[in-house]
């Protein structure tokens, strides 16, 4: 008998589709609705989004948790009945700890604070902005306050994205990538990636993402591609995964914006059924997430086996490229150049950008920052890390939509996407010998049948860094292998290089 373990997973199914409702409003709001509809989505939201946090937090909930535990204790660790149960309490616990007169002020003033950063990004004037943050900062530290840390009060924030994890083991990551990544910044050569900006019809960029779509193993029927200004995927179950994505006329961005989605379709899609309409049915952190997006949008979808394969149909699709050689093409997506904005800057730069925000938001949530320094702050940084001026509030500080919304803890995720994503392609190297070949061929089905069984299918069972131990062997974050990666790309653009030309270092180690 299990009783107490159904009854919990009944009311957490209804907790699921809630939020998975939201999700679809969320979809609709950010794909197909008209702008005026704003207001009245966001009440939509708000009611929606109340009703599923008060009925989570119920007190029910806990003695569910409670009477459940002795039914699911001879279970294996990470069968789904004992990981529901674990996984629910820590998630439990940790909503029921902020009071909800908080959760409401913190939801109010991010919308406010998204509001008037549209319009400070727009005008560039961070001065119209600063209030909205400094409203939104103080409850951030009100938040924390909810919780209990060891090394700094940035752990409960972070711990948000990417759950067990604490500062100081960021820090430690970041101290090693850090200096490394600036000394390869300041090696790479100058490539030439001209010919990637001209006139590309978004239709027919359309038609080839779908074409490469329809390769990743997806089930047919279980997912749909849609325009969107800021692309990014959700997902409703694990056969509606929505994918979006952006094509500009005047470049080629959208072939990888699209993998990077579909790289997280695939996790939704991968997801076990019997994770379904449960806290377990995503993946186990931002981190681990963006490691997998990662996966699919550069080292597949930047690696020369993947392009042997593509690159043909790519030419004929677009025949301004049937000059450029296959070389060529490789070297100038792979290329790596210092610049401002983060979402456009190369793998080789990206984790700069990042490692520049976590130290930014430390300080901000350790108060060692006055807020209003913060414009001369970024662009001192920006020099001192990637070497470039900063023109204006819009393409420095206020260039991102996360502090708009108190949205501070989210940016290290991504650098831990890349490192995560690196430790895990090991391995799947070692698992499938014949890797190289199969993309050649424009078979990605086993690499991705491979991640569905052993990494998407888990879900949440395991914590970011046991589903990281389960993989490679060892919990740690270590950042040698995306080192190592980067620095043979780097590499590999300087023997090929055609011109010869070096570039001045542009940063300092
Ligand atoms: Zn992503």
Known sequence: MAAALDELRTRLAEVSDLSRAAGVLGWDQRVTMPPRGTESRAEQLSTIGRIAHERFTDDEIGRLLDAAEPEVESLPYDSDGRSLVRVTRRDWEKARRVPSELRAEMTLQAARGHHAWVEARRTSDFASFLPYLRTNVELKRRYVECFEWSDSPYTPLLDDYEP???TSEVQEVFATLRPALTELVAAAPEVDASFLSGDFAPEAQRAFAERILATMGFEEGS???????????????????RLTTRYQPDDLESIWSTLHEAGHGLYAHGIADSLLRSPLGAAPSLGVNE??????????????????????????????????????FVRAINRAEPGLIRVDADETTYSLHIILRFELEQEIVEGTVALEDLPEIWSARM????????????????????????????????????????????????????LDAQLEAGDLEPLSGWLRDNLYSLGRKLTPKETIERLTGSPTIDPAPYLAYLGDKVASLESRSPSGIRQEPSATA
């Open 164 to 166: 067990g994890m604490v």
């Open 223 to 241: 997912w749909r591609l849609d325009p969107t200004a800021h692309p990014f995927c959700t997902s409703f179950s694990n056969r509606d995964v």
């Open 291 to 328: 490691s997998q997006s990662r996966t699919w949008e550069n080292l597949v979808g930047r690696s020369r086996s993947f392009w042997e394969h593509w690159y043909e149909p790519l030419q004929e699709t677009f025949p301004r490229l049937r000059d450029v050689d296959l070389d060529r």
């Open 383 to 434: 020099r001192e890390f990637l070497g470039i001026d900063v023109p204006d509030d819009a393409r420095g500080v206020l260039q991102d939509v996360h502090w708009s919304g108190g949205g501070i803890g989210y940016f290290p995720t991504y650098a831990l996407g890349n490192v995560i994503s690196l430790q895990i392609w090991d391995v799947v190297r070692q698992a499938l010998p014949d």
